[in-house]
Every structure is written in C-alpha cells, then in structure tokens.
C-alpha cells in the first residue's frame, strides 16, 4: 500500500507538481544543446572577425604568462611609443598592446590555461583550430545562454509568464545572437555583463519601490544591488571601451532608484564606482604610452591607414571640419541602418510601434525608458567613434552596441504584440494561435534560412586560410617577425609576431632598419588586400605605394627579395630574407590535401 502511495505521488509530482517543471527545464536545456551543435556545425568555419582573432592571440600571450604582450604590432603602436614614452623606446619585443580592452582576454586566457598544450599545436592541414571549437566558441554560447535565463526571469517579474517564454524561446531561436555566439567576438560577453547591471537596477527600483501592498526592502541590500551593477558596468568598459556612453542613461537610473533620498548623490556614487574599477587599467595604459587608452583613443578616425602608419601627422584629422564631416557621415549612415544593426528579428518592429505606450507598472515604463536612452546615447557613440570595418560574416560586427540590448527588445516587443493581440476578438480559439504561430515563424524565419542549402563553404576564405599561415610556422622561428596586411592572422595561427604591413615601403624601410632588433624576416600579402578594387583601393587608394612590389617590381634595396605562392589557389605571396621554404612539391601536396 506504502508503495502504491509513493508511485501515486511521483506520478502527481511529475504531471502536476514540481517534477513537471523540471521536466520543460529539463526539455529546454537539451533544445538549447541540440541547437548549439546544430547550428556551430552548419555555421562555424572559424573565427572570421579580425578583433576575434586578435584577442585570441593575445589571450594565448596571457595564458603563458607572458602578459599583455601581443604578437599583432601596429605601427601606429610603435609611434606612440617612440614619440610619447621619456626613453623614447618603441618596444618593438615584448610589445605591450595598447588596443584591445582586457576582460574579454583575461577571461580567454583563464580558460585556455585548461586546455592541454598539445591542442594549441595544430598539424598544418588542420581545418579548424582546437582553441576556437573547444574553448572560445562554447564560452560565447554559454554567455549567451545565461543571457537568455537572465532575460526570462527578467521578462515574468516584468510583465507575465506566457510574455516570457514567448520571448525567451524566440530569442533562443533568434539567428543574430547565435551568430555573435560563434563569431568569437565579446558581444555575448559583454551583452551578459551589461544586461546583468541593468537587471540589478531594476531588481532595487522594485524592492524600494514595491508594488501597492507590498513593504519596501532595506536600504543596506538595495545599494548593495547598486553597488553591483557600478561594478558590472565598469568592467563592460573593460570589455569594450565605447560603453563607457552607456554611463549617463545609467548613473540616471540608479538616480531615479533613489529618487527622494539623494538621488543626486547616488548617481555621483554609481559614476564614481564604475570609473573606480577601470581606473587601473587607465594607469596601466599611462605608465607604458602616456596615454590613457593608448592607441585606442584614436578610434574616432577609425581606418586602417592611420592605424598602418608610423609617420603619423594628426594637425588636419584633428581639425573641427574633419571631426564633424566625420560625424555627420556615419550619422547619414547609422540612421539608416540603426535598425539593421539591431538584429533581423521582427520583435524590434513591435517594440518600436509600442515605444509611446505607456504601461501600467511605473517601475517597466522607467525601464523603457531607460532603455531608450540607453539605445540612443550607444548610437550617438557608434556615429562619433564609428564601427570598424570588418571582413567576414555580414552584419556581425563587435562595435555594434545596439544589438546588446535585443534580449530586452525582444520582452517588450513580445509584451506589445500580446498587448494587441488581447484587443482583438476572435471567434475560435484556434484564430488565435494562429495568429501567434505566424508571429513566431516569422521571427525564426532568419535561423530557418541560415539552416537551409547551401552549406557555407569550410573555411572563411578569402582572407584566412589556416594550413598557409601555418607552413610560415615550419619556415621561420618564433623569434623572427614578419609583416603582413593580416598579421592577427599570422600571429594566432602561425603564433609568430607580424607588423601591420606599413602605409608605405618607406616606413617599411625605417621599421626594417631601425626598429625591429633582428630586422623583420618576410612579408605576406594575402586575399585581405588582393582581394580589394584594383584600380580604386590598390592602384590609387589605400595600398598604392605597395602596388608595384605585389607586382614583383622590387626596388634595388628592398631586403626581401625570395618569393613564392601559397596554397589554396597561389594567391598568397610570401617574400623572404632567403628561400626557406621545402622542395615545391611539398608545397603542391599541402596545397591538395586541403581546399577551402
């Protein structure tokens, strides 16, 4: 009888009680999976973002213990520190980065320390790279999947259950987050981070300020809440420097959280803490470059020509003509494209048409509110500080602040659409469902048609072409540098240090003769500048100076006279101090064995 009673009651509690709810948690957690190798299968090539792979490879510099040395050595870097530094040292080995913000590396490096040595040395005709597929690509999902946790418990304190998991299984489904999770880009990272400090704001507004009935919590927990998201904002400024704009919507916020006990006071408190936390990484950056963000504070006149240039003159970049023609430029553009950026989800379209709504709960319509501020002071710092250009997957690109706050987006969409869809009358209830199956097809659309034929090709190439980078690593020593128009490339996957090939052969010159302490070894262009428009960008754009040496028309002088082809199709050049390189034929078997 005892028995019968037990089987009774895990029936119930399966059916009915809280097994039935480890059940769908149970269910999601396996979809979620499912999912990620699905997609990371049809998806991945490997990492296809420049600023990926460049954090990569500093991480790796991490994780040796080796600090945050680079192997990615942008001469503009080496001016700044010949020009500005009392010894006048340009560091050229052991260079210290003065780009990337640190968080997002520290944690790759973290990981990787779990990663045997051995899976850092790939064969030359390996496809993939061990660190990418096991370590940067599962750390960016998981980011991405605790977003979406976050989101959903978000999403029912902020309106309903079924608004909830509406918007947490659409966004589970949503193509644009899942393609920053596998570009290995900190968006996710950064996106987690960011929505956690707004969540502890909103988790204090509503326990200061209850709803009717309910008793306010204790000061002392709630600026403990405050406390937390000034920190958490502070390292997003670590993780991406451009967020720092994001400060003003929030200092207000945790103003309006104390809104009747020193509210002015706390929003001072909330600055004060959130810059704390970034101020020793700013001293850091002072003490090696007399800069407080080093190289990266040249962002406003984002290209690469200035980035590639040792002989830097910036008496006209920074005039007030070039400033607001630079301005209004990316202005023109963003505000067409602001939409875009923030993803392909048709949610964005509801939360835009609902914007002047005003609900019920005081402490949501603050939160949008705030979140409309959030949303225009990040484009007004996209439009000032422009957003790199990137080769590689459309779309994806790690200066987009705006898609950092689709998640968010997403609930109140979703709560709008829901907000309609109870005005209207329907005679049967399978009308209805109807109508939200269409809603939810065509959010998921976008991720049924990246699922769909044709399969994107192996590699991402052009540009990267992993087994030719590493046939440099057999050729050349770890203590040899080279140049080259992709050198995040040469250094992650050849694990050798590059310049970024210089403006022009005569900074290549000064660079050879007088900075580099062994003289730089080779030179590899490669599709990432080929690739570009012959007579705009190569004959009289960007790379005119080094138009005639990719020609072969090498001048008496130039150091790197021994050249050959590289695999896949001979359209990668290398030249070398000498020939280095193995019987033709071998290069012929590497260059048959794999094809992208």
Known sequence: MASDQTVQSAVWAIELGRGKNVLRWVVVVLVALVLSLVYTSRQFRGLEKREAIDMAQLARHIARGEGFETGVIRPLSLWQLKTYRADHNPMFENHPDLYNPPLYPLMLAGLFRFMAPAKFEAKVNDLLYGPERWVIVPFNQLCLLLTLLLVYWWARQLFDQRVAVTAGLLLLFSDTLWSYGISGLPTTFLQLLLLTAVYCLFLADRRLHPPEGAAPASAGATAGLVVASAVLLGLCFLT??????????????????????????????????????????????????????????????????????????????????????????????????????????????????????????????????????????????????????????????GGNLLVLFLPVIAVFGCAFFYLLLDRITFRMQLTRAFAIGVFAVLNVAPMVFSMLPPRRGLLPYPPYFPPSLRLISTWFDKDETGVSDMPWAVAWYADRRAVWLPATPEEFFDIHDFVAPHNTRFILFTPYMLDRRYESEIIHGEYKPWASIMRGQLAEKFPLRSGTPLPPQNDLLLLADRVRWKEQQDTNTTKSTVSP
């Not at 400060?247 to 207000?252: D, E, G, N, T």
């Not at 309006?256 to 408190?269: F, M, P, Q």
């Not at 923030?342 to 402490?363: C, H, K, Q, S, W």
């Not at 949303?375 to 996209?382: D, I, S």
């Open 240 to 397: 991406r420097y451009l967020t720092l704009v994001l400060l003003l919507p929030m200092a207000w916020y945790a103003a309006r959280v104390w809104r009747g006990r020193k509210a002015g006071l706390w929003a001072a408190i909330y600055t004060m803490i959130s810059l704390a936390v970034l101020t020793p990484w700013l001293v850091r950056n002072y003490q090696i470059s007399r800069s407080v963000l080093g190289i990266a504070r040249y962002g406003f006149f984002e290209n690469d020509w200035l980035t590639r240039s040792y002989a830097v003159d910036l008496s006209v970049a920074w005039s007030l003509r070039a400033m607001a023609g630079h301005f209004l430029t990316n202005l023109h553009a963003y505000w067409i494209d602001n939409f875009r950026a923030v993803g392909t989800d048709i949610l964005i379209f509801f939360f835009v048409v609902g914007v002047m709504y005003e609900f019920r709960r005081e402490g949501t319509s603050r939160l949008r509110r705030v979140l409309l501020g959030c949303l225009g002071t990040a484009l007004l710092g996209m439009v000032f500080i422009g957003m790199p250009a990137e080769t590689g997957a459309s779309g994806v690109n």
